[in-house]
């Protein structure tokens, strides 16, 4: 079993910066794709950013690209998001997802990933 554990949320103006982190845990495996989520009250979860079992591809949705940056430390189990430039609009429970199916490439949808957290709140204030 795999342990996704997020932490770092919290509140912050518009136009400040945040990092969440993603601890994994458990059977890790050297090849593990990993991705965050967000959901706002009311709407779907939605990709935010993924990055493959190296560090070397990432992917990000359009809404958030050129603000945030993902990235990883294989030898700490552990993603980040850091978030700059942050709008009213990105206020939601982010969610940090793990899959081990050995993809080349990054998984945009919840369904390609096994393995959660249980999110951690970012509120923005305008």
């Known amino acids: 079993q795999v342990q996704v554990v997020e932490s770092g949320g919290g509140l912050v103006q518009a136009g400040g910066s945040l990092r969440v982190s993603c601890a994994v845990s458990?059977?890790?495996?050297?090849?593990?794709?990993m991705g965050w989520f967000r959901q706002a009250p009311g709407k779907e979860r939605e990709f935010v950013a993924g990055i493959n079992w190296s560090g070397g591809r990432t992917y990000y949705a359009d809404s958030v690209k050129g603000r945030f940056t993902i990235s990883r430390d294989n030898a700490k189990n552990t993603v980040y998001l850091q978030m700059n430039s942050l709008k009213p609009e990105d206020m939601a429970v982010y969610y940090c997802?793990?899959?081990?199916?050995?993809?080349?490439?990054?998984?945009?949808?919840?369904?390609?990933?096994?393995?959660w957290g249980q999110g951690t709140q970012v509120t923005v204030s305008s």
């Open positions: 997802a793990a899959e081990q199916r050995g993809f080349d490439l990054i998984q945009r949808t919840p369904g390609g990933y096994d393995y």
């Open positions: 458990g059977r890790t495996s050297r090849r593990t794709g």
